[in-house]
């Protein structure tokens, strides 16, 4: 079983920004896939990045490229998320999700575990 714990959600003005945390603990695998999603209210849920956890190759949703940045921490098991010029519709409930690397690319997944989610709320 691996564990996934979000941190760093929070209200904001637009045009802040906030850095999510996702820390995984449990059998987590030599190497693996993981990225982030979010549900804005009344929508569904949106995909918006995605990471190698050893070779850093990186995937981002249209909606986010040039504002967000996802990296990781090896040795910490940590996967943070830089979120700039935040905007309202990038309100919503953040989840990180990770999966077990099998080949091809992370952006392309089906992720098996899934902490329970931070809220980023940003005001105009």
């Known amino acids: 079983q691996v564990q996934l714990v979000e941190s760093g959600g929070g209200s904001v003005q637009a045009g802040g920004s906030l850095t999510l945390s996702c820390a995984a603990s449990?059998?987590?695998?030599?190497?693996?896939?993981l990225a982030w999603f979010r549900q804005a209210p009344g929508k569904a849920r949106e995909k918006i990045t995605s990471?190698?956890?050893?070779?850093?190759?990186?995937g981002y949703a249209d909606s986010v490229k040039g504002r967000f940045t996802i990296w990781q921490e090896h040795a910490k098991k940590t996967v943070h998320m830089q979120m700039n010029s935040l905007k309202s519709e990038d309100t919503g409930m953040y989840y990180c999700?990770?999966?077990?690397?099998?080949?091809?690319?992370?952006?392309?997944?089906?992720?098996?575990?899934w902490g329970q989610g931070t809220r980023v709320t940003v005001s105009s």
């Open positions: 990471i190698n956890f050893l070779g850093g190759v990186r």
């Open positions: 449990g059998h987590t695998w030599h190497n693996w896939c």
């Open positions: 999700a990770a999966g077990k690397y099998t080949g091809g690319k992370c952006w392309q997944y089906d992720y098996e575990y």
